[in-house]
């Protein structure tokens, strides 16, 4: 057996289906509450044993040479069911807990340490994109992501829209109308696969994960249309088209930016707390509830910003942007507000989102490269000049004053992939650019969607506009 076929045993998707998430927040009573955090107690003590227990075996080998069975979830669930009565016993009264956990949350937990560990494999081996990746951790209660999902048992949806069944959990009510689901459901044009029971924040939310037969959406509005799309700092996303005329821009919501205000002002007030008190927790509580809503606010807008795009133009083009590269770049001056600002409008989901919503609505969606340099290109005459952080500037060739933003977009909206077309008035400008050590030759793969290019950029080399911060 080869690790590789291990990773990738994944749920085939049948042509014309899509697999989708629907996510409601839960109202569980106290007693409910309880239960599910028993769930997330079981995930995480089983993980944790496969952690160990892989731990111990690599120990052992490297010891005495003595190998043990590939790492596998069957593996693992066998010898798990092996030692539970000794593992899950109280210290105290020497009660055996693990009949109040489903085996699905034991599984779950063991599924998750057997994946961690053969991520950290393929990564030793370079097989495996993006950044290296350590032997899984110990998961610590707090600091744990608290979730577990469950594939097989009861999991529905209930009829009446405000409750949905559970393994072991039951039927709990939900805070909101599962409507969007629950006709999907009774129409047979949804299956449910799996439910995700998790914590955000200081609530409960079940995610079912659904194979859902999407209806034949009508054509875009514009098929002809062509946009270039910034997702920037100062405004959430700026939108013009290849005549280098603005769109629209996106504001930044209100009650976000009245939210992250309101954040500042906890997070002083929790640092005049005394650690580990009542009151310390209180505010901790609240920041906590603060940053869900923030989160949640985001969303919501990234969702209705791609969604609304998708639907009108016919090809959208977005910035390659390494988002998290860029986040890391320190030492600029204002790279705090900088980092904030770029978390907030959240670049990579809104591509991230694109990508699938114009396959849905019959869009296009191409990457820019990431050394395309569209805020410091001159959109009138291709000048490039570094123009750092700054909103406002001149060019230096034909003498035209730009808004950073607005000349961006227009740049992507005129860009054009390389690895297709050969010279183009606006393709990367190579010559006014450094490049790092990438020669960019190799053809991108068609379409350009979410590939990356370049092979061993390590973050800090991830230049915006290709010149490295020196
Ligand atoms: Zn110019």
């Known amino acids: 057996m080869h690790s590789v076929a291990v990773l990738v045993a994944r749920f085939e998707v049948p042509g014309g289906q899509t697999v989708q998430a629907f996510t409601f927040a839960l109202d569980c009573t106290p007693a409910e509450a309880a239960c599910v955090r028993r769930q997330f107690g079981g995930r995480r003590y089983a993980r944790n044993w496969a952690v160990r227990t892989l731990k111990q075996d690599l120990t052992r080998y490297h010891e005495s040479g003595?190998?043990?069975?590939?790492?596998?979830?069957?593996?693992?669930r066998k010898r798990w069911n092996q030692v539970k009565d000794t593992e899950c016993a109280d210290q105290v009264t020497g009660q055996v807990w693990w009949p109040e956990i489903s085996k699905e949350a034991f599984a779950d937990g063991i599924r998750a340490a057997v994946d961690g560990y053969w991520n950290w494999q393929a990564s030793r081996a370079g097989k495996r994109a993006g950044r290296r990746v350590g032997f899984p951790r110990f998961a610590k209660k707090?600091?744990?992501?608290?979730?577990v999902t469950f594939t097989t048992g009861a999991i529905r949806v209930e009829p009446d829209r405000r409750h949905v069944t559970l393994p072991r959990i039951g039927t709990v009510r939900t805070h909101e109308n599962t409507r969007r689901l629950e006709r999907l459901v009774a129409d047979g044009r949804a299956r449910i696969l799996a439910a995700t029971v998790s914590r955000r924040g200081t609530r409960l939310v079940v995610a079912f994960r659904v194979l859902i037969q999407r209806p034949q959406q009508p054509r875009v509005q514009r098929p002809d249309s062509r946009v270039g799309v910034d997702v920037g700092v100062r405004v959430l996303a700026t939108v013009a088209d290849n005549d280098g005329v603005v769109i629209e821009r996106v504001a930044n919501p209100r009650p976000l930016e009245a939210a992250l205000k309101e954040l500042r002002h906890l997070c002083r007030?929790?640092?005049?707390?005394?650690?580990?008190?009542?009151?310390?927790?209180?505010?901790?509580?609240?920041?906590?509830?603060?940053?869900?809503r923030i989160a949640n606010i985001r969303a919501h807008r990234i969702h209705t910003l791609t969604t609304r795009l998708a639907k009108t133009h016919g090809e959208i083009v977005v910035e390659g942007l390494d988002a998290a590269g860029m986040l890391?770049?320190?030492?600029?001056?204002?790279?705090?507000?900088?980092?904030?600002?770029?978390?907030?409008?959240?670049?990579g989901e809104a591509r991230r989102q694109l990508a699938y919503k114009t396959d849905w609505y019959g869009s296009h969606l191409v990457t820019a490269d990431r050394w395309y340099p569209s805020s410091k290109t001159c959109h009138h005459c291709q000048h490039v000049q570094d123009i750092g952080w700054s909103e406002h500037w001149t060019c230096h060739g034909c003498g035209a004053g730009h808004q950073r933003d607005d000349n961006a977009a227009i740049n992507l909206a005129r860009y054009e992939?390389?690895?297709?077309?050969?010279?183009?008035?606006v393709g990367p400008v190579g010559a006014a650019v450094k490049r790092g050590a990438d020669p960019k030759t190799e053809p991108g793969s068609a379409g350009g969607r979410e590939t990356r290019k370049g092979r061993s950029h390590t973050a800090a080399e991830q230049p915006r506009d290709g010149v490295l911060a020196r």
């Open 328 to 347: 890391r770049q320190k030492g600029l001056t204002g790279a705090r507000a900088r980092r904030r600002g770029l978390s907030d409008s959240a670049l």
């Open 66 to 76: 003595e190998a043990t069975q590939m790492p596998s979830l069957a593996g693992l």
């Open 142 to 147: 707090g600091r744990d992501r608290d979730r």
């Open 269 to 292: 007030e929790r640092s005049r707390r005394t650690r580990d008190s009542r009151r310390y927790a209180e505010t901790n509580q609240k920041i906590t509830r603060l940053q869900r």
């Open 417 to 425: 992939d390389t690895s297709t077309a050969g010279d183009t008035a």
